[in-house]
């Protein structure tokens, strides 16, 4: 059994999938969101779309850095991560603009305080000022904020997307095919609408990241940071405190810095891929939960994708490797391990994908293609300097 499993965490979310298989998949099943009807208005050139997600563990990461450091600031980013979790779901369907977004704070008042609170509701507009600056509208319309500590050990984050859209400019996976490049943009490094260097993290696989990176220390200093009943084997395993130094790219930070990079999200980027190439998009895929795997549940049938260009895995996923012994097949369907999007495309599409990410300065290139599949099964082929990783679906 992995790290992750022992901790009580699935990567493929298995049991969450049996439990929806039974609910209405919406009217394009490989789309990357649910997308329903126009219910609301009843036009039928028009979807509804409403979309959930959040910051996740990440934000018990933040909560130790604030009691180490007094830093509240830190939760500004928590903020971002969970509007970029929900933002960067949706932009894979397509959409960029008009966005309703209601918030779900639910908190333990005994360890969490209203400043913090004041800190993630107002981090919260300040991200959606920024992305107006780029032509995202988000319009925040208030949410629910409960304190609940009978039930959440620190804070749990989350929030709720909703748009209106029309059909023909939408992406809904069904067009990816033989023949198609993939084009994968960097999750790390520092993007023009960016502060600082962004470790590429992003808000998956964080209960991993925390537990093999912090040592031991943090179990007895705050036991309300995890759940009792795991084995003490996973509980804080690593070698590093929040605070201990490091620099990257000239960049000098701390560990808890690197692990609360706020999730980079692609919205400036993919508003304006959008506008200039949506034809040329037939698929787009967020490797959030799952990492470089996720792309196999939204394929509309049995193809073979082999990625065998991928990006050399910033510093943090080495950290977090070197800390936990893990695999490299762990550390590939856990994290995203260097890139958090990819667009299914033809090569040709493909330089000025690239060249319009480089205008943001964000990495991309074509990291793999889609061929026939040897059999009735999908297959995922990752390959690089570790070898080769398959996986089959």
């Not at 609910?23 to 779309?49: E, M, R, S, T």
């Not at 563990?57 to 009691?67: E, F, G």
């Not at 609360?260 to 698929?283: C, M, N, V, W």
């Amino acid at each position: 059994m992995s790290l992750y499993a022992k901790r009580g965490v699935s990567a493929q979310k298995e049991e969450v999938h049996a439990a929806i298989q039974k609910l209405d998949q919406g009217l394009y099943p490989q789309a990357f969101c649910k997308i329903y009807p126009d219910y609301l208005c009843g036009d039928a050139d028009w979807v509804n779309i409403m979309h959930a997600d959040g910051a996740g563990t990440k934000s018990i990461l933040a909560y130790l850095y604030w009691k180490e450091t007094g830093d509240v600031s830190v939760w500004k980013g928590i903020a971002q991560d969970a509007v970029a979790m929900n933002l960067d779901d949706l932009l894979c369907i397509g959409i960029t603009d008009n966005i309703l977004f209601s918030s779900t704070i639910d908190r333990n008042k005994l360890v969490i305080n209203g400043q913090i609170l004041e800190a993630v509701i107002n981090g919260t507009q300040e991200f959606f000022n920024t992305l107006k600056e780029f032509g995202v509208h988000i319009h925040y319309l208030g949410g629910e904020t409960a304190d609940v500590g009978d039930v959440v050990r620190t804070i749990a984050v989350n929030g709720t997307m909703t748009a209106r859209w029309p059909k023909n400019k939408l992406v809904t996976n069904e067009k990816i095919r033989e023949g198609n490049v993939i084009v994968g943009f960097a999750s790390a490094g520092k993007a023009t609408y960016e502060t600082a260097y962004n470790s590429g993290l992003g808000s998956n696989g964080l209960t991993s990241a925390r537990h093999d990176v912090l040592e031991k220390y943090y179990a007895g200093e705050y036991p309300e940071t995890f759940e009792p009943t795991l084995s003490d084997e996973v509980v804080y395993i690593g070698k590093n405190k929040m605070t201990d130094p490091i620099e990257i790219n000239g960049e000098k930070m701390n560990i808890g810095q690197l692990l609360l990079s706020p999730t980079r999200t692609y919205a400036p980027l993919l508003k304006r891929i959008l506008e200039e190439q949506f034809h040329e998009i037939d698929g787009l895929i967020h490797c959030s939960g799952g990492g470089q795997t996720k792309c196999m549940k939204y394929l509309p049938k049995p193809l073979t994708i082999i990625k065998d260009h991928l990006f050399e895995p910033p510093p943090v996923f080495e950290l977090i490797k070197t800390n936990s012994g893990a695999d490299w097949r762990e550390m590939y369907q856990v994290f995203n391990m260097g890139h958090r999007l990819e667009i299914f495309t033809t090569e040709a599409a493909a330089a000025q994908m690239v060249q319009t990410a480089a205008a943001f300065n964000i990495e991309a290139k074509i990291i793999g293609r889609v061929e026939t599949a040897k059999d009735a099964q999908s297959t995922l082929l990752l390959k690089g300097v570790f070898g080769e990783v398959e996986y089959k679906y």
